[in-house]
């Protein structure tokens, strides 16, 4: 998972907004136990070097 090209691409693209200001990484699957948001999390942890904030799910 995240190997491709694109996905490289689309991973250093988010740490760049990171870096620049506030973003928020939402799932459009509706099954939490099947969402991939959390591998994608982990990959912009190790790019950025620090933690990020979780924000919980309302509703």
């Known amino acids: 998972m995240l190997t491709d090209d694109a996905a490289e691409i689309a991973l250093d693209?988010?740490?760049e907004f990171a870096k620049q200001q506030c973003v928020a990484v939402m799932c459009f699957e509706a099954n939490e136990q099947r969402c991939h948001r959390e591998v994608?999390?982990?990959q912009v942890r190790?790019?950025?070097?620090r933690?990020?904030?979780r924000v919980k799910r309302f509703g």
């Open 40 to 42: 994608v999390l982990h």
């Open 51 to 53: 933690d990020l904030v």
């Open 13 to 15: 693209q988010l740490v």
């Open 46 to 49: 190790l790019r950025l070097e």
